[in-house]
Structure formats: C-alpha cells, structure tokens
C-alpha cells in the first residue's frame, strides 16, 4: 500500500507520462538520460558496450515503458485532481506484489533522468537548499516509502 495525495498521485502520473515519451522517442542523437538508463556494461571496452547496448537497448526500454504504464494505469485510477481541498486528502493505493517491482524500477528510473537533467552525478553535486531539486528529493522519499510497502508485503 503506497499512500499520496490526488495532488502527488497526479504529478506523478504526469511524470510518468514523460518518462514514457522520452523512453518510447526514438531521438536521432543520444539522450545522456537514457544512456544513464542502459549503462555500459563493459566500460573497459567502448566497442563490446557499443555492440552490447545495440542488442539489449530496445528491449530494456521497451520494458521500462511496460512497466510505467502498470504505474500510470494504478494513479490514473484515483478520481483527478478537481481543485478542492480533497486534492490534498491521501488516496491509498493498493500495489500488488506482482507489480511492486515495476514501481521500484519505474520511480527509480524517473529519479535518474531527473539527476541527469539536473547535473546530478554524485552526491557532492546534490544541494537540497536548491528549489530545482524538490522533485528529485519528492521522488526520494517515495521511492523509501515504496521499498517499506515492498518489504511489508514481501514480509521482510
């Protein structure tokens, strides 16, 4: 059980979204971000990462757009977002085990394109005085409480 507010569930959903596009584009140049998604398998040798990347990359990506939409599919079942003060109520959603993987993978994966766009390399380049970084701490902190609602339904 992960719980949001129909404000946080639909930011979600809309960063999801957006995910979604840039894994399903097909840019003509490399995207540093999705590159940061498929690292390198053999970083001592450029040409067999090359060639690596060439062969698992499309289906990696394919993956990660499958397992965005099982998230986008349970957000987008709350009632939207309509302005009122229920906006900022919590709305439980009920992840099945099956699925938790997916979540993880998928809010872990959004939070990388986000370090990439930000600059984020390690922890040094990380300033959470910076208003820039509130959507990458957001999704920190959700992604803790995902790995909670994992172990307990995992009984870990």
Known sequence: M?????IEAGHLA????????LVNAT????DPA???????????????????RSLTRGDLLHRRA??????????????????????FSPADIAIPED??????????AVRLVIANRLGIASEDDHDPSDPRFGVYDWL????????????ALRGD
Request: proline content about 6%; aromatic content about 6%; charged content about 30%.
């Open 2 to 6: 992960l719980t949001l507010t129909r």
């Open 14 to 21: 809309d960063l999801i979204a957006q995910f979604t596009d």
């Open 27 to 30: 840019p003509a140049e490399a």
């Open 34 to 52: 999705i590159e940061r998604l498929a690292p390198d398998a053999y970083p001592e040798d450029p040409e067999a990462s090359r060639e690596f």
């Open 66 to 87: 499958h397992e965005a939409a099982i998230v986008k599919r349970a957000l987008e079942a709350l009632e939207p977002v309509d302005g009122t003060d229920a906006d």
């Open 99 to 108: 699925q938790i993987d997916a979540w993880l993978r998928t809010l872990t």
């Open 140 to 151: 920190g902190f959700r992604l803790d409480g995902l790995v909670q609602a994992a172990d």
